[in-house]
């Protein structure tokens, strides 16, 4: 069973303070990495992807990817409000699905 | 920007009904899927869809579902006798091919009574 895991939260950090989000996934196999913001009631809405080991930044964001440990993880500088949602991490394990964790929610409080 | 869209945003019917659930995947993309959610769960993966076919269905994509291609735009999931336990948010997501980023409609909230 491949599964993802996150903490589901809540993560409560200041605004302008760095957000870390974590997820491990359990299939060495995984070939893809997703970060999907969700705010209450709507959809997923892609924040990142990441396909190798390394960093990838993009604005505010960067994705963090370590194979060999099967973990992935988002950092968000200069937190805001706005920033305040579900961020789930989603896993292709090269087949044609992503297998999502629970999200972590993060709350940013002015 | 082009986007994935669904209708309806909200569908309510009785347990045994059929409903069909609609979506137009991004224009240019080749891969389409449903995935569903419900209410404080996290998102499953329900099936995928390439070239007029099914590529992958999950465990919950049973006798009773079915996903349909009608034409060159829409992309449909039918239940055909819901359950209570159908309740939830469907979402359709489309990519250019597997193991792209996948985009996702706003979903329909089905509600079965």
């Known amino acids: 069973q491949k599964e993802v895991e996150q903490n589901s939260g809540p993560l409560s950090v200041p605004e302008g303070a760095i957000a870390s989000l974590n997820c491990t996934y359990s299939d060495r196999g995984s070939q893809s990495f997703f970060w999907y913001r969700q705010y209450s009631g709507k959809s997923p809405e892609l924040i990142m992807s990441?396909?190798?080991?390394g960093d990838k930044e993009d604005g505010r964001f960067t994705a963090q990817l370590n194979k060999a440990s099967q973990y992935v993880s988002l950092l968000i500088r200069d937190s805001q409000p706005s920033d305040s949602a579900t961020y789930l991490c989603a896993v292709e394990y090269n087949t044609d699905k992503l297998i999502f964790g629970t999200g972590t929610r993060l709350q940013v409080f002015p | 920007e082009p986007e994935v869209t669904q209708t309806p945003s909200h569908q309510v019917t009785q347990m045994g009904q059929e409903v069909i659930l609609r979506c137009v995947p991004i224009?240019?993309?080749?891969?389409f899927y449903w995935y569903r959610q419900i209410l404080g769960q996290k998102v499953e993966f329900l099936v995928s869809f390439y070239n007029n076919e099914i590529s992958e269905k999950s465990e919950i994509f049973d006798d009773q579902f079915s996903v349909e291609r009608p034409d060159g735009s829409n992309f449909t999931l039918k239940i055909r006798s819901t359950k209570l336990e159908d309740s939830a948010m469907y979402f359709c997501?489309?990519?250019?091919?597997?193991?792209?980023?996948?985009?996702f409609g706003p979903g329909t909230r089905l509600t079965v009574l």
């Open positions: 997501a489309s990519t250019t091919r597997r193991g792209n980023e996948q985009f």
């Open positions: 224009s240019n993309h080749l891969y």
């Open positions: 990441i396909y190798s080991n």
